[in-house]
């Protein structure tokens, strides 16, 4: 039997990927897959696995599956949403669209159907990874370095949004969708482009995200001040100097 060539090790900067899958077969395809093309991978069988790495390395986006014994993986990202912004691709057995929009709506960053192609799950990494990093070079000459709208000041740059001292926790979507409204500050931003924008992405998928980001930033989120929406249109983001 011909012996597997040793991998080269990984730089230090390699992306580290927690995969959360009761799968054994399938967590170790993926952690192979995924070191083959560049990934530093730790594995866990199940929530409780998964916040015992995570009390003690840090991750660059974390591959979750929904059906688990114990904590579901829906029960795990509410839960991890509440103080993370780690980008997670959520895998799921079930191809109910329901899933999809449930996960969006616990601030998940994309997500695949199994049974996956593991091209396509590397591909969607990739994309999450990059939303998560890059700057769009083409627009850093014009745009504002940041927006102040109320008692809120968003850095494009970075993509932090801050409430005086406090930062307010925002996922890889909501920070593309606040980015590209801030980005043309009072000016309407079609739902279509909106959409473009996200691997994935859908014009109902951008109103799950408005709906998620005006719960962090409205005081009434029925009545926005500031993403108001443009019937028919798409949707505006009113800062202080628009």
Do not use: C, W
């Not at 829906?74 to 912004?85: E, K, L, Q, V």
């Not at 996200?198 to 005081?219: C, F, H, P, W, Y």
């Amino acid at each position: 039997m011909t012996a597997r060539p040793a991998r080269k090790p990984l730089p230090d900067e390699a992306p580290h990927i927690l995969v959360v899958d009761d799968d054994r077969r399938l967590r170790d395809l993926l952690a192979r897959f995924l070191g083959d093309n560049g990934y530093r991978v730790t594995k866990a069988a199940n929530a409780a696995e998964a916040d015992t790495r995570l009390a003690h390395l840090v991750f660059d986006a974390i591959v979750l599956d929904i059906m688990m014994p114990g904590e579901n993986g829906f029960d795990f990202a509410r839960r991890f949403r509440i103080d993370s912004t780690t980008p997670i691709l959520m895998l799921t057995a079930r191809a109910d669209g329901k899933d999809r929009i449930n996960g969006l709506e616990l601030g998940v960053d994309d997500y695949l159907a199994k049974p996956f192609e593991p091209r396509e799950l590397l591909l969607r990494l990739g994309n999450i990874l990059k939303r998560t990093i890059v700057v769009d070079a083409g627009q850093s000459g014009t745009r504002p370095d940041f927006v102040r709208f109320g008692p809120f000041l968003y850095g494009l740059s970075r993509g932090e949004l801050r409430k005086g001292e406090e930062a307010i926790r925002l996922t890889e979507r909501e920070r593309e969708i606040l980015t590209a409204l801030a980005e043309r500050a009072g000016e309407v931003v079609p739902r279509e482009e909106l959409a473009a924008q996200g691997s994935a992405a859908n014009d109902r998928t951008v109103d799950v995200q408005m709906n998620r980001l005006r719960r962090k930033i409205e005081r009434d989120p029925a009545d926005p001040l500031y993403l108001q929406t443009v019937r028919g249109v798409g949707y505006r983001l009113v800062t202080d100097r628009t």
